[in-house]
């Protein structure tokens, strides 16, 4: 399975960015799919999943503004952020997996992307 997220950048604060992540290696439609960030110094974080059903979850520091879609025609999740804040500057990880085990547990993890936020 590789996972390749892409549309990190610089961005001000209250912007907007999308994250996109492509999958490939296996069925893409039958899995979870998950957004972490981890800011410099600071562990990774939970940030947003979606399940095979269109079931999302989000952490409480990005809900009503992060949106987490899938398109399973294309094999490809997507993290759209608005109101983007300093403290959302982080690597954005995507991650995906088969079976549910906890939260913040999967298989497969992509490269990361940046997203920086400029206030």
């Known amino acids: 399975v590789q996972l390749q997220a892409s549309g990190g950048g610089l961005v001000q604060a209250g912007g907007s960015l999308r994250l996109s992540c492509a999958a490939s290696g296996r069925t893409f439609s039958s899995n979870d799919m998950g957004w972490f960030r981890q800011a410099p110094g600071k562990e990774r974080d939970f940030v947003a999943s979606?399940?095979?059903?269109?079931?999302?979850n989000y952490a409480d520091s990005v809900k009503g503004r992060f949106t987490i879609a899938r398109d399973n025609a294309k094999n490809t999740v997507y993290l759209q952020m608005n109101s983007l804040k300093s403290e959302d500057t982080a690597v954005y990880y995507c991650?995906?997996?088969?079976?549910?085990?906890?939260?913040?547990?999967?298989?497969?993890w992509g490269q990361g992307t940046l997203v920086t936020v400029s206030s």
């Open positions: 979606i399940n095979w059903s269109g079931t999302t």
């Open positions: 991650a995906a997996r088969w079976n549910y085990k906890s939260r913040d547990e999967y298989d497969y």
